[in-house]
């Protein structure tokens, strides 16, 4: 049960709304993982905990050799405060654990982001928003070039607005595994026209979608209002300056290496958490450079770098990133895992990403970027449906 099912359900019970949150901490049961912990200090949380009043269960589970245990801990939010404010003066190093104890806690109770455009607000959380995905490239591995003419580009865009699309992501360099990239005049050359175009025609934000500084500065100038960056920050130093000057949301994309070698030795010792910290320190080095925390979103980067079994695992485990505290957007649309599970061409998948799509949603997606919008829109809606009922009482 999540913190708004519990909510829910006591407020149907009767309980007064002055104390329907506490309670609800106390039906909600957490399990954190903390990973690289020193054992001397795993040992002495082991002791605290025995002299609560409420039971945590903190287990350590590495080799013997090793002085880093992995801690598992359970319990209600109020009692992980608990354990938070008993430890928290005994050294520098459980200060800080205490502080990333309450950081979580707070984190996975939001259920809603509120996030400003430029002309338009971003409301996540009361229903999954669309973003339809623009390809002005000759190699895209979904449209394989229908859309490098500006004019059919910007129908598209278009049609995805009549579609019901909340967000449009124009992008003109390929990012396929393999794929190679271009220089930013060429990138710029495909997309600057097609944004132009479409912001003159509609008010729905577009995105743009690319990894280099000069190319997003040029497509904000251009009328874009916000930026989605496969590199998370890492592939140009000046991209989060850029981002904060324009003061424009942008996504952070989890990616191994680069599109061109991110399938080749493909190996993870922990997937979420990998991604996780790397998805933690993408926000931290866009907060340093002045880019504002709540302009954020996250996407663990479905294919980027992933087997099969990690995309499936990534969708299955999506509700763990909510510790972040950050959106979450995922795209799954016509990617080549949907492809090898189903042993089908990219104009075959439609059946395949919509499945991972109401997956997706059912595990804490805000976002889902798609090629197909129509479809998107209905899996969402249905989906989002099931997601908020409560059940009847007659």
């Not at 743009?208 to 997003?216: E, Q």
């Not at 395949?352 to 109401?358: D, H, I, R, V």
Request: aromatic residues 4%; hydrophobic residues 40%; proline residues 5%.
């Amino acid at each position: 049960m999540t913190l708004s099912d519990a909510v829910l359900e006591l407020e149907k019970i009767g309980f007064p709304p002055s104390r329907v949150e506490q309670m609800a901490n106390e039906t909600m049961w957490l399990h954190l993982k903390v990973e690289g912990m020193d054992r001397d200090l795993v040992q002495f949380l082991q002791k605290k905990v025995r002299v609560l009043p409420t039971r945590l269960m903190i287990q350590p589970t590495s080799a013997d050799d090793s002085r880093e245990d992995t801690l598992l801990l359970s319990g209600t939010p109020s009692q992980i405060e608990e354990l938070a404010s008993m430890v928290e003066n005994e050294s520098l190093e459980l200060h800080e654990f205490s502080k990333g104890l309450r950081s979580t806690l707070s984190n996975v109770k939001k259920t809603r982001f509120t996030i400003p455009c430029r002309t338009t607000t971003l409301e996540l959380g009361s229903r999954t928003l669309i973003m339809g995905a623009v390809n002005v490239t000759p190699d895209s591995f979904s449209d394989g070039g229908a859309f490098l003419q500006p004019e059919k580009a910007v129908g598209r865009a278009l049609e995805m607005v009549e579609e019901g699309a909340d967000v449009i992501d124009i992008g003109g360099e390929s990012t396929r595994p393999g794929s190679k990239s271009v220089d930013a005049e060429e990138e710029m050359k495909r997309i600057i026209p097609v944004i132009k175009a479409v912001v003159a025609q509609t008010c729905v934000p577009v995105s743009v979608d690319t990894k280099k500084g000069r190319v997003a500065r040029e497509g904000l100038d251009a009328g874009a209002q916000m930026i989605n960056d496969i590199s998370a920050l890492r592939s140009d130093p000046k991209m989060a300056e850029i981002v904060a000057s324009h003061d424009v949301p942008i996504v952070l994309m989890h990616m191994r290496g680069t599109p061109e070698t991110m399938q080749q030795e493909i190996h993870y010792g922990s997937l979420i958490g990998e991604i996780s910290q790397y998805l933690r320190e993408s926000i931290d080095l866009a907060s340093s450079a002045g880019v504002d925390p709540e302009k954020t979103i996250i996407d663990p980067g479905i294919g980027f770098g992933k087997t099969i079994d990690h995309n499936l695992a990534i969708i299955k485990h999506l509700s763990q990133f909510r510790f972040l505290g950050r959106p979450i957007l995922i795209g799954t649309s016509r990617k080549s895992f949907i492809g090898k599970i189903l042993n089908l061409d990219v104009d075959r998948r439609e059946e395949g990403t919509m499945a991972t799509l109401a997956a997706s949603i059912l595990n804490g997606a805000h976002i889902l970027r798609v090629h197909n919008v129509r479809n998107a829109v209905q899996v969402a809606r249905i989906t989002d449906a099931i997601k908020g009922v409560s059940v009847p009482e007659a």
